[in-house]
């Protein structure tokens, strides 16, 4: 993990991260677990532990996550199956999101920034 995420998550505390795979990009997220967490506890306020709907939540949001606890240089060993689902090859990007950062494959990153600006007609983002 570069240093200056690192750094992000030292400052958070976050002695854990959660990895998954994005819903809507071809990217893997790193959180810090009690922020993830939290995220989750937030999406199930209110629902029944036994109602359908907060089991199928839970089921997206924390049946398939990988949590991992970096080493004193921040590295960890991602999954094997994480990294073939987001199609990480050898040169990585990682692009921070405020609440989170995504690691790409370098390819898929230019791609996806590609996209961006063509959209961005105005130049107001």
């Known amino acids: 993990m570069p240093a200056p995420f690192r750094a992000i998550l ?4 976050a002695e854990d991260i959660i990895l998954r795979k994005s819903r809507h990009l071809p990217c ?6 009690p922020d993830y967490m939290a995220e989750v ?17 839970m089921r997206k949001l924390v ?8 080493d004193t240089e921040g590295r960890v ?3 094997r199956e994480l990294a073939e689902q ?7 990007q990682f692009a921070g999101r405020g609440a989170y950062f995504e690691i790409w494959a370098a390819g ?4 996806e920034e590609a996209r ?9 983002v």
């Open 10 to 13: 030292s400052r958070l505390g």
């Open 28 to 33: 893997i997220e790193v959180w810090a677990r």
């Open 41 to 57: 506890e937030a999406r199930v306020a209110g629902l029944s532990k036994l109602s359908a709907e907060y089991q199928s939540i």
């Open 63 to 70: 049946g398939r996550i990988h949590t991992l606890h970096p």
């Open 77 to 79: 060993v991602m999954p």
């Open 86 to 92: 987001a199609g990480l090859e050898s040169e990585l």
């Open 108 to 111: 898929a990153y230019a791609a």
């Open 116 to 124: 961006l600006d063509a959209l961005d007609e105005g130049g107001d």
